[in-house]
């Protein structure tokens, strides 16, 4: 980040033009300013100062300063590559997207707003000082751009040691520094003659330096804003789990995920590697170019041998990070590389969709064609340190036997710890019992990432099992303490000891204190008002979510929940209000469409209810539950034909969604069809083998079937 200057700016302000939909933007000089021409909050043209610039290669954008002390980035960016590479362009960040003034990804809007999204990782030091009350920013930072003081702390002792002065002797062993990033001092890499395999000279027995990056390099939300150099992540970032919107099932990206949560799915970061083996943090470039980076610990002979990449000498298929690394862009034009360093595997891409390395380069050849050369290239297929897809997978999915896949990884620690984590959180669709051996082993488990995922693995248990998450009320990270807060702040007292209470109330002041921080967003408010519902105080969960709608009228959760609120308060009229006027600000939404569409059913409105719900099951085609309620509403509408139509195809995109298949069993066995209803009762069977009603019934349908 840097002030616009000459020395600075690299786009082009000689009166260019860049015409994105029905509007043209102008970029221009006035005197010394540079500036533009374009659309803003309100839907007309007016000038704007380009205040500072971001980022140098291989785009940049622009900020303009905005009221209410409001940095907001515009949407139009300047590719800094060079022609022969499609660059020295003005270009739109959201091609194919029809985004207009009111839409939160609009560069006015609050998607697009510096303060938040972008100021903690772009300067040092960082306070974003929101008033709640004003709505406005004073945000301040000690340095502009990223200096040093952001990864070593507080410098003046530095100094005074530097200097000698003052008491610097007292900071000889540190030199002053507040965190000593010292992990590789002393550390050779060396070759084992037997295994061919690379060992460190002594174990690292320390994160301080992957979790110093991780404070940026990570997909992650901020929790608390007084940081403390050297003190885990999760004390002031809850680091995304491998989500499957963000995360393909094998770990590989899928949004911008950055580096850390790749990372530290890698074998090399379970055998000691840091950040700092491969890049050099100050001059930001690698240690050695091409291949010489890996060589650097690898042997040369074995791995930069076409015997082991069976791709010519110097070619694309030579270079190791173009099969371990590979890249996906961003940005339009920003190229990253996958940090997990995994192995390829055309295998998984057959049965899960995943990408790899070699169909992605190879293009227009098949992963069978692919797992077939990988095979004969090596005698057996490789798997690879990642063993987790599987499960991650049919675990999203509800697949057969998924529960026990995922407790099966969750006590692998030979797997990542964020895999582990990321099976937890997947368990909670099975509600697990606080008693289970999954629960028990993770709770005190050396994972801060899977002591968090505990809790939510008892999110949808009884009150009885959640509160077997009680000591992750006073966990030391504070991250596993407010998930463990969020999840039982609605526990009875009668089945919570007093010392667990004190603990859980210390970790709702906590939560608030985090969602407070980020006052300046819907989401933060929307959490606030469900914990406050959980709580049992209605007048407050209304406030917040209410303010939630204010910051940003498009944010559909929060109307939904607002709606669902009244409703349990016995306000139907004002539930229906609050979604009706909703959807005429977001008319596509499909949750707002359900919602509603559910709302006038329950009201026997059926005409536009059905209607309703027939839209948010065709906007959203993915969501099973839509698609589901849509069918049972068509079928109380007396439509049981057309039911059984949409189950089936909710059933074609969601083969394993149980609500659908337990309807189409019930409808298909009442419309006497017992060779369909067969069909569908033997694949409800294989989700509940030990179902003995449903196993009674597809003995039936076999009999009615054979005769």
Known sequence: MQEATERSVLGSFTNSRFTNGSVTSIFFRKESKFMVRTEGADGALHDYEI????????????????????????????????VRLGGQRWFFLYPGQKITNKDPLHWTGIDQNWNYMCADCHSTNVRKNYNAVKRTFSTRYSELDVACEACHGPGSNHVAWAR????????????????????????????????????????????????????????????????????EVGDDYRVALLDPDLYFP?????????????????????????????HEPHSLRL??????????????????????????????????????????????????RDHSLRVPRPDLSSRLGVPNACTSCHVGKTNHWASAAIEKWYGHRPLGFQRFAEALDGGTEQRPSADQMLTNL??????????????????????????????????????????????????NSTPNSAITAAPLLSDPVRAVRLEAAEVLAGTPRVIITSSAASALARAIKEYIASQELAADRPEAHMNLGLLYEQMNHPDKAEDEFNIALSLDPMFGPAAV????????????????????????????????????????????????GVALLASAAREDSGNARYGYVYAIALNDAG?????????????????????????????????QQPGQCLIYAERLLELEPDNSELRQLVAQLHQQSAH
């Open 51 to 82: 205040k500072f610039t971001f980022g140098v290669y291989p785009l940049q954008q622009y900020l303009i300063q905005m009221s209410g002390g409001r940095l907001q980035a515009l949407g139009i960016a300047w590719d800094c590559r060079p």
């Open 287 to 336: 240690r050695a170019s091409g291949n010489g980076v890996c060589l650097e610990c690898h042997s040369g002979e074995r791995y930069d041998s076409r015997k082991h990449h069976f791709h010519k000498a110097n070619s694309s298929g030579a270079q190791c990070i173009n099969c371990h690394m590979p890249s996906r862009t961003y940005m339009v034009v920003d190229s990253r």
């Open 410 to 459: 969750i006590l692998n620690d030979q797997q990542p710890a964020i895999a582990r984590a990321s099976a937890l959180s997947l368990l909670k669709t099975y509600a697990p019992s606080g008693d289970d051996q999954v629960i028990r082993t993770s709770i005190t488990g050396s994972s801060a990432l899977t002591r968090r995922a505990v809790a939510l693995a008892l999110s």
């Open 164 to 231: 000698r002065q003052g008491d610097w002797r007292s900071f000889d062993s540190s030199k002053g520094l507040l965190i000593a990033l010292d992990e590789r001092q002393g550390v050779k890499w060396s070759v084992s003659p037997g295994s061919g395999e690379v060992i460190r000279s002594a174990p690292r027995h320390s994160e301080r330096e992957i979790e110093m990056c991780a404070r940026c390099h990570s997909r992650r939300t901020q929790i608390h804003e007084d940081y403390v150099h050297g003190q």
């Open 561 to 608: 929940d607002l709606a669902d609120l009244y409703r349990a308060e016995g306000s139907d009229l004002k539930s229906e209000t609050v979604l009706t006027n909703a959807l005429k600000r977001m008319p596509e939404n499909p949750s707002l469409q359900h919602a509603l569409g559910l709302a006038m059913v329950r009201r026997k409105k059926y005409g536009k």
């Open 250 to 278: 094998d770990g590989q990206v899928k949004a911008e995920d950055y580096e850390y949560g790749s990372f530290i799915q890698s074998r090399m970061y379970h055998a000691g590697v840091t950040c700092s083996d491969c």
């Open 639 to 671: 439509h049981p034909g057309l039911a059984i139509a949409q189950l089936k195809r909710v059933v074609k995109a969601n083969p394993y969604d149980r609500n659908s298949l337990a309807s189409l069993v019930s409808l298909l066995g009442q419309s």
